[in-house]
C-alpha cells in the first residue's frame, strides 16, 4: 500500500511528452518524405534532359563529322598546289 500512496504523492504519469515527441517524429519524417520525393522527381527530369542532350549531340556529331574529311581534303591541295607551284618554276614560269 505504501508504493500505492507514494505514487498518488508524486502525482499521476503525464504522457504529453511522449505525444509531444510523437508528433515531432511525425512531422520529420513526413518532410523527409517530401524532400526526398522532390528530388526523385527532379532527378528523373535531369535524367531525360539529359538522354534528350546526349541525342542532340549525336545528331550534331553526325552532321559535322564531314568537317574532318574537309581538313584532311584542304591538306591535299595544299599539297597538289605546293607541287604545281614547283612543277611551273621547274619549267620557267
Known sequence: MEAFVAL???GEPSLGGWWAGLIIGLVVVVVVVLVVSVLLV???RINAQARAAARE???IRST???LVE???TNDTLQSILRGARTARQALGG
Open 42 to 44: 527532379l532527378a528523373f
Open 8 to 10: 498518488k504523492e508524486v
Open 70 to 72: 574537309l581538313r584532311r
Open 64 to 66: 559535322t563529322k564531314p
Open 57 to 59: 549531340l549525336e545528331a
